[in-house]
């Protein structure tokens, strides 16, 4: 069933769109840059013997984090697809009834926050002993908020409200960075560090209360029906599951197999180094994934032909960045 589309406020095309481009790019450095110094401030605070717990608490949670951003890619999709064109999509009868974007990422969150509740007897093995307990509780929240957060900005990338979803990521950052930066005044050994971890998960809380744009991206219909939607996005969360736990969950992995004879220093040390020169790689990747779901979005029937730009452009990123490697 289709109903006339209304124009959409900001066009990819548009000189707004250029501008929310230019925010977003803006907000991605701003997010990169607090990122370095939450983990320079962690590792200043807790030394090299204690930072492998935060750095494996920090992996745990955005590992959990890449699994709820297929959320964030499929409502990105499903919200831009159902504006392209003439018309707007609607679902079809008998294919579960319409999506309600903030439910959903509420529904998604009460999961993974259970997932992490019910893991909470293996943490001490995980090596998360001092985080048990508390860190437990706060993680759960975290994840709730995070995937609630996956929801918005799914619905300001789909909407193209690319300005908007700049200042989610710039104020999520800066909550971060802020209540890193307490810990660190406070001389926390620990806990400081979990809730600055998951501080920016309460942004689109803030959006939706101060933005009445935020809440009519959220108010908008996608183009399959629930179990589509939900089918779409389990696809998603499997396929960012792999990455998430290999590149950002890595830590898990260092602290639960290292053993008794490995000196701490050394192993906080490697944790840390690995951190820090992967994030200019994730943080762009991350950032502008949206971006780049609705540009393919728009340009379905080029077919594979529509892969000529970004691919150009990744390549000629990669020629610079193994030059300066090298050098």
Sequence with gaps: MTTPAAADPTPT?????VGGMRALTLATAFAAASGYLVMLVAGRTLGPS???LFATYWGAFFALGGVANGLMQETTRAVRSARVGPAAVLPAP??????????AGLMLGLVLACVVAVSAPAWPRLGLPAFSGVGVAVMAVGILGFSLQAATAGALSGTERWGLY?????????????VAGVAWWAGDAGLGFAFAT?????????????????????????DVGRRRFWRNTASAMLAS???AALVVGFPVFVTATVRESDPAPLVGAVILAITLTRAPLLVPLTSFQSAIIVYFVQRRELGPRALAG????????????AGAAWL
């Design 13 to 17: 095309t548009g000189r707004r769109a």
């Design 50 to 52: 204690d930072y492998p």
């Design 94 to 103: 008998g294919t579960g009834g319409r999506v309600r974007l903030l439910p």
């Design 166 to 178: 700049a200042v989610l990521l710039t104020v999520d950052a800066a909550l971060r960075l802020g």
């Design 198 to 222: 998951v501080a920016g998960t309460v942004t689109w809380a803030v959006m939706i209360a101060l933005s009445p744009a935020t809440r009519e991206a959220l108010t908008r219909a996608v």
């Design 241 to 243: 599951a792999g990455t």
């Design 310 to 321: 970004p691919l150009g452009l990744v390549t000629a990123v990669g020629l610079v960045g």
